[in-house]
């Protein structure tokens, strides 16, 4: 649905295939908590914890029609609240008389409410995606609305200079503080007016259903590829620490060509070099990579057998470089 003629605001439905297990359901009615007693919530994590679908699951279950802003470093602060957007003309053609024509023209620019100033302005829930993308000072329109619940409207608006948000307006940021470029360190007054949640990686459990959920794929497959993936993530070789994307990469890989885990299926093995390997670095050397290859190599045959290596049993075999 839209509205002011530029936002659109997006009905608060369930998520499809979300996974709940009592993981997701311990954050999610935490967050919910710290709504109810009138702070925003922000989830904070790495790439691939989960952070915006939480927070659209969050927002569902609030019930109200919800606003989206995806952080940008080019945002300004009437990107959040509004400006003057074309012009109106109006114009009075006087024929009366039909030997004297007279005319009348009025021109003048034309407010438009942006998405934050219609949140407030209606009670809606806002998500503020990657908010740190944008830069600090393009949020300070922030301060005083989760603080004194007002926002500071430009003059140029008809209608005064402040509106008083509506007491059923909440907001849900989410952030990546590991980003190295494009990220904005938030200014610590915003940060003190709202509850932070760090999301770390999701226990076993979660990510087994997540991956079936996800793929398809039957839950002891995705229990073999979830062991795989954490086992990586543990072994300390990594630069970059594949995340539950991974696990659902190589399930949807695997499902697509009709294979299963096993010893005689030779897929498996490629389909997760392929994937974990290109995800666990950004540059890295080629000893690196070598060293990466050989201890998911390990943790594929472990997989295979149904057995699970220690940590510390893949970290020397990571420190010792190729067989």
Known sequence: MAMEGVTTVLEPRPLPNFVETPFVRSVVERALTYL????????????????????????????????????????STSDLVGGEHGYRTRKVIDNFIHSVLKTEEDTSRH??????????RYGFTLIYDEFTRSRPEANN????????????LPSARDGGNYLRVHPNFTAIFTSNPEEYAGVYRSQDALRDRMVTLDLETFDEE?????????????????????????????SGVCEFAPTIRGCIMVARAM????????RGDGLFRQVCVDILASESSR???KAQALR??????????????GQSLKVRELSEAGKGGPL
């Open 36 to 75: 109810a007693a009138g702070f925003p919530v922000h989830f904070r994590g790495a790439s691939g914890t989960g952070k915006t679908t939480l927070a659209m699951h969050v927002a569902s279950k609030l019930g109200r029609p919800v606003v989206m802003i995806h952080g940008d470093e080019e945002f």
């Open 206 to 234: 979660t990510e087994v259903a997540i991956t079936v959920a996800k793929s398809g794929i039957s839950p002891a497959d995705a229990q073999q590829i979830v062991r795989v993936v954490r086992g990586l993530r543990g």
């Open 292 to 305: 990466v290859k050989e201890v998911l190599g390990q943790l594929v045959d472990a997989a295979l057998d």
């Open 141 to 152: 329109a922030l301060l005083s609305v989760l603080q004194e619940k007002m926002l500071d």
């Open 111 to 120: 407010w438009m409410d942006n998405r934050l100033t219609v949140a407030c």
């Open 255 to 262: 499902r697509v060509r009709d294979s299963s885990v096993e």
């Open 283 to 285: 540059v890295g050397s």
